[in-house]
């Protein structure tokens, strides 16, 4: 069997897994959970990097042992906890899927908030302060000054932070969820004598999702920078 | 309108604040001045709670305003605070600077807040830029904006935090000029400054600080002509032949 075959007999198997006779699979099922665990990783990674930098220690404490915690702790591990830890306390049997989420969620999440707690510390006093002085509220202050500021500063490190949740749902395979390196995985074991040209074709996918990604996040920061500092853009730094 | 009693804060075991027992009537404008390291700007930011203080009492309008349990946020947004750094918001325009507290804690509409903001912008001599960003203006624009931005909350009491020092010189004269109509329009302030030509011109009287205590208060005319304590005549002469010294 040609490569060319191979990829005439399964190019849908590879897009789309079984779909629609069987579950959702393949490539798709990569960018369906990269792109959830990327729109629920950011607004609890946004919490926790509050709550990394919150005044009050009964918020602070618990968040930042979480954040060390899972910092500390390998994503296969999480992966682990989420698919037989998890059901035994809950005693509510996730599908794949939806434990794969939950673990990149929660791996993310405190990355994440360690992002968005150097943001935040990064920007001058004086911002909070102002912003104080007028007499907005804490939180007030944070959200209509302090955070604008921080997350687009933070834009280059949240999109390597997404670039890496991309490159994670592969850990997927070890628990049978039929992402796209599964997938290929099988295809390989069907055809059995083209290995490299396969794991090429699912390199060269994983590279086209990321590096695109990366291109966007740049062309994105240009943009921004170029509405706060319209004489100054950011290339003319570097 | 504004009382210290036996006021004393400490940093670790530095003694910033003395004993200071001060007052400030009802449009009055005092100037604070003394040498770096006296006291007098950590004095200013106790005013509106940016610092804390460890021992007696400052009333602003009778209010006790370091007493637990008192709307902070409220109380801030009736003092107006110019800061030294300008502290813009980079991600707003100028206009946007003026509107975003008072949209937000005045509940004023959006173009109601804009018309204000407009007319606050025009007062200091910057209504043509009210789109620009800070990076596009100069610093005393920059200072400018920050006035009209306090001024925004209509605060009946204005700080200003040594608001010409981070100025380059030939900009010192446009915000001096901008606080100058301020205290002719009777706003009630308490500034900062190592400028004493406001001092003499504007100021109603001077206090002089060192090592955290007042040293010496006095009209201008007083303070200028014949200072009492010797720190505020060795300042004094400091200032006046910075090289006699040396």
């Not at chain 2, 009777?186 to 100021?203: L, Q």
Request: glycine share 8%.
């Amino acid at each position: 069997m040609s490569f060319l075959e191979v990829i005439d007999t399964y190019w849908l198997y590879f897009l789309v897994g079984r779909y629609p006779q069987g579950p959702l699979g393949g490539l798709a099922l990569t960018l369906l959970l990269a792109s959830l665990g990327l729109l629920l990783a950011l607004p609890l990674g946004l919490l926790l990097g509050l709550g990394r930098v919150s005044p009050w220690a009964w918020v602070r404490l618990p968040v930042t042992a979480l954040v060390y915690v899972v910092r500390a702790t390998p994503l296969l591990m999480v992966i682990f906890w989420a698919y037989f830890f998890l059901p035994s306390v809950t005693g509510i049997k996730t599908d794949q899927f939806a434990t794969m989420l939950i673990a990149l969620v929660v791996f993310d999440a405190a990355y994440l908030a360690e992002i968005v707690r150097a943001g935040i510390q990064g920007l001058p006093r004086g911002q909070i302060e102002a912003a104080r002085s007028l007499g907005l509220s804490y939180l007030g202050a944070m959200r209509l000054v302090v955070l604008p500021q921080a997350l687009r500063h933070m834009l280059p490190s949240l999109v390597n932070q997404f670039v890496a949740t991309i490159k994670e749902t592969s850990l997927g395979y070890i628990i049978g969820l039929a992402e796209v390196s599964f997938i290929a995985t099988q295809i390989n074991t069907l055809v059995f004598t083209l290995p490299s040209q396969i794991y090429l074709t699912l390199g060269l996918t994983y590279f086209i999702l990321c590096f695109g990604l990366s291109r966007l996040a740049y062309w994105l920061e240009r943009r921004l920078s170029q509405r706060e500092k319209p004489h100054l853009p950011a290339q003319a730094l570097t | 309108m504004i009382k210290f009693e036996n006021v004393n804060k400490w940093y670790g075991h530095y003694q910033a604040l003395v004993d200071v027992c001060e007052s400030v009537d009802k449009g009055e404008v005092v100037v604070v001045c003394g040498p770096s390291g006296s006291g007098k700007s950590t004095l200013i930011r106790t005013l509106n709670r940016l610092e804390p203080i460890h021992g007696g009492k400052i009333h602003i309008e009778g209010q006790d305003i370091h007493a637990k349990g008192l709307d902070v946020n409220g109380f801030r947004s009736r003092i107006g605070f110019v800061f030294q750094q300008f502290n813009l918001f980079p991600h707003l325009t100028a206009l946007e600077n003026c509107t975003l507290a008072p949209i937000h804690l005045r509940g004023l509409g959006k173009a109601q807040a804009r018309e204000q903001a407009m007319a606050l912008l025009e007062r200091v001599g910057l209504a043509h830029k009210a789109h620009a960003f800070a990076t596009e203006l100069s610093g005393g624009q920059q200072q400018r904006v920050a006035i009209a931005r306090a001024l925004a909350m209509e605060p009946p009491l204005m700080l200003f935090d040594e608001p010409t020092s981070a100025l380059d010189p030939e900009m010192v004269g446009e915000v001096l000029t901008v606080m100058k109509g301020l205290a002719k329009d009777g706003m009630t302030m308490v500034v900062v400054t190592h400028e004493m030509g406001f001092a003499r011109d504007v100021a109603d009287r001077v206090l002089f600080m060192d090592v955290g205590r007042v040293l010496e208060r006095a009209t201008p005319h007083d303070f200028f002509n014949a200072p009492e304590h010797p720190r505020a005549q060795q300042f004094l002469s400091d200032i006046r032949s910075p090289f006699a010294a040396a």
